[in-house]
């Protein structure tokens, strides 16, 4: 980075500290390349600092805290000319010693989903008791509701995930409470039950002003706009699933299977495998005109994103083989027909019904998403752990390698949005900006801490925590609560249009409560070998398919995790299975909250 | 198709009477009406469902489609929806609160 004459550049860099020198630090970013950042008299220094934490100072024992080893962010002005230099104006530590990493201590993840829960809470109905009527899509920065009065389906269901994983970390049952009110709304509000056909499908929102409500059958969003989008459907259920894992609400099954049906009759394709994208609002089809660029299409979400909203967890908490089925041909499809024939390193995300790539489509065309090569990398990764298949691991394994070279930013850490799947002169170019979304942070994350967790590689590891670092030091909003939208390249947050909101038709509480909900299950059990302790509460007519609750937290390697300890109502409880972490429940007439506590059955990796 | 439909414009808004079965077969005359109702007024659609004995799914997606379409200054109220007609109605999630009156 160099500065033209009369200009300036401020710039951040991501590094491992080599030496330190005469006020100079030498650095080793994360590709590799040797810097060499000089401390000023201004210079002030930080711990990074979870949300909800207070800002902690070492500005005055910065020396003690550059030593080798030490990864950190430098923020500052650079100099080029014939004198070229970076000034460090903020230090950014991750920990107080090489190779402490805060958010691998047992409480980081959990304490930032109660902040986040905190905040949502606060933000939706304030002080007073959960009442969904006055839910609002959209929130500003700091959570205060804007005139926008609808309220979209896909962000209820995503805020109910977020409050559903909350309790399941922490037992708190104000977090349940949200959750099952939020389920219920739902059902009562959004929810369209098809006796003709036999299947479930979900509104797109509701305009409400408390009293009447104006029903949005198809979307408003622009990309899907007076169509059904499948991801609407799929993220219609993220809520419903997890609460129906804690719960077992048999009126919950009742709507989950009827959606499933949705998918498996309307959107599947049986002639050549796969789930289209959209159907008509009217007839159902995915292949009517009314549909536009949408007709007979499919593509990344509405093929792969069934495993990680909804599908993984369904299985999870039935054992149902029928949706082991179901994920198994997603994920065929996936490794089939994602995969550049040409070697290129991004998979193709957009399909007409025959798999040939639609590289026409809106903002789409032959471009790539970085998060969904992420997302394919860690959920196959996650099914891979219950079906062992070798596409699915080759494939996982070649995108972990091949993303931090194209889709990572090498000097400051984070990883990019969306980039031109064909390179010009070698390189990918950026499509439309530099900056980094906080979900694709959350793939990263989540693909990395998943491939370490469970085939044990130091190089996945580091990628998690550089990718923790990042995401914890600059998308985490200290002064208003939540979690940033977008930040800039160099970590700076960005605050205009859309992206300026803490909720909006794309942001709510699934993808960061997600992070905080997986991190700790993949940091604890799989990387730390720490226990793990959970709260489910199944009601007296819980509908698991049988009286067993399952509480295994995710699709986990075979005998690496047992269930050492079930709790009843707060007493010690011994009808449980340790190896397929099964717990049977007893006749009740009110809930029950079960406790339990997994740990590692062999020594981590 | 076992629908007989009517359309009535007046100062006040638009009617559409609805008699006999509103299944799959009928789903185009129902279409055809709103359409002509939702272009000829600005502020309200009246469906009277009296004579109504059935309604499908895809019935119910017609009428929330065209209300949809009519965006927020037009209401669309469905009057006199017969038990079994307004059993299906709440299946599909309507309910006072989107103007099923009695």
Redesign the interface.
């Known amino acids: 980075v160099t500065t033209g004459e009369g200009t300036s550049v401020s710039d951040l860099v991501l590094g491992y500290v080599e030496g330190f020198h005469d006020g100079r630090v030498q650095l080793r970013t994360v590709d590799g390349t040797p810097l060499t950042i000089q401390l000023t008299g201004t210079t002030t220094g930080q711990l990074l600092r979870n949300l909800g934490a207070p800002y902690q100072d070492v500005s005055g024992r910065l020396w003690d805290l550059l030593v080798p080893g030490q990864l950190l962010f430098s923020y500052g002005p650079c100099y080029g000319g014939d004198h070229p230099r970076v000034d460090a104006a903020q230090l950014v530590f991750v920990g107080e010693r090489p190779g402490e990493y805060p958010f691998e201590t047992s409480g980081w993840w959990v304490d930032q989903i109660v902040e986040l829960a905190r905040f949502y809470r606060r933000a939706q109905f304030g002080t007073g008791p959960v009442d969904f009527s006055g839910y609002r899509t959209e929130l500003r920065i700091g959570g205060e509701k804007t005139e926008r009065l609808v309220q979209e389906t896909d962000t209820i269901s995503r805020m109910v995930y977020g409050m559903a994983s909350a309790y399941m970390l922490t037992g708190d049952e104000d977090f349940l409470a949200v959750a099952e009110n939020g389920s219920a709304y739902l059902r009562e509000h959004m929810r369209f039950v098809d006796q003709d056909a036999g299947v479930t499908y979900w509104y797109h929102g509701i305009d409400s002003d408390g009293y009447r409500e104006r029903k949005l059958f198809s979307s408003e969003f622009s990309d899907d706009y007076r169509a059904i989008p499948a991801y609407e459907q799929i993220y219609a259920l993220v809520g419903l699933v997890q609460t129906y894992r804690i719960n077992g609400d048999p009126a919950l099954k009742a709507d989950i299977d009827g959606t499933v049906a949705l998918f498996e009759r309307f959107f599947h394709d049986p002639r050549f495998g796969g789930y289209f994208s959209h159907l008509d609002p009217e007839t159902l089809s995915p292949h009517h005109e009314s549909l536009g660029p949408n007709r007979s299409r499919k593509n990344w979400n509405s093929v792969g994103d069934h495993a990680p909203a909804y599908l993984i967890n369904l299985y999870l908490a039935t054992g149902n083989e029928r949706y082991l089925r179901m994920l198994e041909h997603t994920f065929d499809m996936v490794v089939s027909h994602f995969p550049d024939p040409d070697g290129l390193p991004f998979v193709r995300e957009r399909f007409h019904h025959d798999w040939t790539p639609d590289t026409e489509w809106g903002w789409q065309r032959d471009r790539a998403v970085v998060g969904h090569n992420l997302k394919i990398a860690w959920n196959l990764t996650r099914m891979n752990a219950v079906l062992p298949k070798f596409q699915y691991r080759q494939l996982a394994e070649r995108l972990a390698k091949t993303m931090p070279e194209v889709g990572r930013d090498r000097r400051r850490g984070g990883w990019y949005d969306l980039l031109d799947r064909q390179p010009v002169d070698g390189v990918h170019r950026f499509v439309w900006h530099d900056r980094k979304s906080w979900w694709q942070q959350e793939q990263a994350i989540l693909a990395y801490l998943v491939l370490a967790g469970h085939h044990g590689d130091d190089s996945h590891l580091r990628h998690a925590r550089e990718s923790m670092f990042f995401y914890n030091a600059y998308f985490l909003d200290h002064d208003q609560g939540g979690v940033y939208f977008t930040v800039l390249a160099n970590g700076l947050p960005f605050l205009m249009g859309n992206e300026r909101l803490k909720g909006s038709h794309a942001m709510s509480m699934y993808h960061k409560a997600e992070l905080c909900y997986l991190a700790t299950v993949y940091s604890r059990l799989l990387v730390n070998g720490e226990p793990l302790d959970l709260w489910f509460r199944p009601k007296p007519d819980a509908d698991f398919g049988d009286r067993v609750l399952r509480v295994s937290p995710d699709l986990l390697p075979r005998d690496r995790v047992r269930l050492d300890q079930v709790w009843l109502d707060g007493r010690a409880w011994h009808d449980f299975d340790p190896v397929r972490h099964t717990v049977a429940l007893p006749d009740t007439r009110e809930p029950v909250t079960v406790h339990v506590r997994l740990s590692t059955a062999e020594e981590p990796r | 198709v076992n629908l007989t439909a009517h359309l009535t414009v007046h100062n006040r808004g638009a009617e559409i009477n609805l008699d006999g079965e509103l299944d799959d077969a009928s ?1 185009p005359l129902l ?1 055809s009406l709103l359409n002509q109702a939702c272009a000829a007024v600005s502020d309200l659609v009246v469906l009277r469902m009296h004579g109504l004995r059935v309604i ?3 019935g ?3 009428l ?2 065209a ?3 009519t965006g ?1 200054e037009l209401d669309m109220v469905f009057l006199g929806a017969s038990p079994e007609v307004a059993r ?1 109605l709440r ?4 309910s006072q ?3 099923l009156a009695s």
Do not use: E, H, N, P
């Not at chain 2, 299946?91 to 309507?94: K, P, Q």
């Open positions: 789903v279409r499908s799914a895809a119910i997606r017609c929330i489609t209300q949809q379409a927020a299906k299946l599909a999630g309507i609160r989107d103007a």
